[in-house]
């Protein structure tokens, strides 16, 4: 079997793995205790925010541990919004993850917020002139994230905060996708708030990590015992955040080396699918892209089925992102992008880690090529 389906999930790595594992059993203290146990979960918790930070180019005291990307995306959105006095509108993109949508939406219901969508191309980038059009006086916040999900556009983000910066407007991403892909010093990026989950890249599930710049006002979503600095209340999950930072440190390791290898990869994997299926496309951007993904569309078929008959050859690939699988719903990015419905039930997604090599990922065209030949014999 061959997973390609890593930006649904990935392993946890064995290095992380044994990083993590004296906290979860020896060293299992309460960071918040006063003896002994507690004090070495303390320290523990200190290293791993000081690893993150250090991961993100800003300082410890910036960072927030969180339960994943959903949550980070939610305190970022509703705590930055609804702590900054501005006004109640806020800028996005029509692309974005439902963590991200769904709190906006939220914004919307519960406290009066008015929203504008930046348009998107056909390759998935937003325009810098659509962006700046979307900003207003009462703008309280801008979110948009480094790189998405589904089609692996990469936007200019740098660029885009700033332009929101040039009106005293905050810039959030969603660096979820982009993690172990893409370098994440916020300087470079120029942004006040970036979210993070492990289980992309090689940490568990349900631990993530929201940067947030300075002494920038939010207001905590979840209340209690006063952890993180106020921002995020409940005893903390030290050894996701030990989980973390170690993961964090293998995604900044020989970064160019590994973009360079996998970008040649994907290329040759991408010709090669088109190849195989002529009347295929490639979805997202063809150059401003991630390393790890590509996804297709398969007009006459239906992407599901291509899923089935790729996992009857031993491939695992998606035809979406996770968190919308289930739902009969066309995926909303293809659809923002100007796909027809029809065509964009036809997409599948492919996308590695490290882990997949070159050759492992060469041997999957065929694989699709039957898939979708089969397919459409059968007139699905
Ligand atoms: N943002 C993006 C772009 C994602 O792809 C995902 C997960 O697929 C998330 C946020 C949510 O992260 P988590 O699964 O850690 O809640």
């Known amino acids: 079997m061959i997973y390609l389906d890593a930006a649904a999930t990935s392993p946890v790595r064995r290095e992380v793995l044994e990083a993590m594992w004296p906290y979860l059993t020896g060293e299992f203290g309460n960071p918040s205790s006063h003896h002994a146990v507690g004090e070495s979960a303390a320290r523990a918790l200190a290293d791993a925010r000081a690893g993150v930070a250090s991961w993100l180019g800003c300082r410890a005291s910036e960072i927030t541990f969180t339960s994943g990307g959903t949550e980070a995306d939610n305190l970022a959105i509703k705590g930055i919004a609804l702590a900054n006095p501005r006004g109640r509108h806020i800028v996005t993109t029509p692309i974005e993850h439902e963590a991200v949508l769904e709190s906006v939406d939220y914004l919307v219901r519960m406290h009066g917020f008015s929203v504008t969508f930046v ?34 556009t990469v936007q200019p983000i ?38 993070v989950s492990g289980h992309k890249i090689g940490a568990p599930k349900g ?18 015992g006063g952890q993180e600095r106020g921002r ?8 996701g955040a030990v989980a973390l930072a170690a993961a964090a440190r293998l995604a900044a390791e020989g970064l160019p080396e590994r973009v360079e290898a996998a970008t040649a990869a994907r290329d040759t994997f991408v010709a090669a699918v088109l190849q195989e299926v002529p009347d295929a496309s490639l979805t997202g951007h063809a150059t401003s892209r991630l390393p790890g993904t590509a996804s297709f569309v398969f007009p006459g078929t239906n992407g599901e089925s291509v899923l089935l008959e ?15 699988a ?10 923002a992008l100007g796909y027809p419905e029809d065509l964009a039930r036809t997409a599948v997604r492919f996308s590695w880690g490290p882990e997949v090599t070159p050759a492992q990922l060469a041997a999957v065209a065929p694989a699709v090529g039957d898939a979708v030949r089969a397919i459409a014999s059968l007139g699905q």
Do not use: K
């Not at 998935?124 to 589904?150: C, K, Q, Y």
């Not at 910066?165 to 006040?192: K, N």
């Not at 790729?310 to 919308?324: D, I, K, Q, T, Y």
């Not at 289930?326 to 659809?335: F, I, P, W, Y």
């Open 232 to 239: 995020r209340s409940g005893t903390e999950n030290v050894a």
């Open 310 to 324: 790729l996992e009857r050859r031993g491939v695992v690939s998606s035809s979406g992102s996770a968190c919308a």
């Open 326 to 335: 289930g739902s009969e719903d066309a995926s909303h990015v293809l659809l």
């Open 119 to 152: 348009p998107v191309g056909r390759d998935g980038l937003i325009a810098a002139s659509d962006f700046a059009a979307a900003l207003r006086p009462d703008t309280t916040l801008a979110s948009v994230m480094l790189a998405n999900n589904e089609v692996g």
């Open 207 to 224: 631990v993530g990590a929201l940067y947030m710049r300075g002494r920038i006002p939010v207001e905590p979503l979840i209340h209690g």
């Open 158 to 195: 740098a660029e885009l905060a700033a332009l929101a910066h040039e009106h005293g407007i905050p810039l959030h991403t969603d660096a979820v996708q982009a993690a172990g892909w893409l370098p994440l010093d916020v300087h470079t990026l120029g942004v006040d708030a970036l979210s």
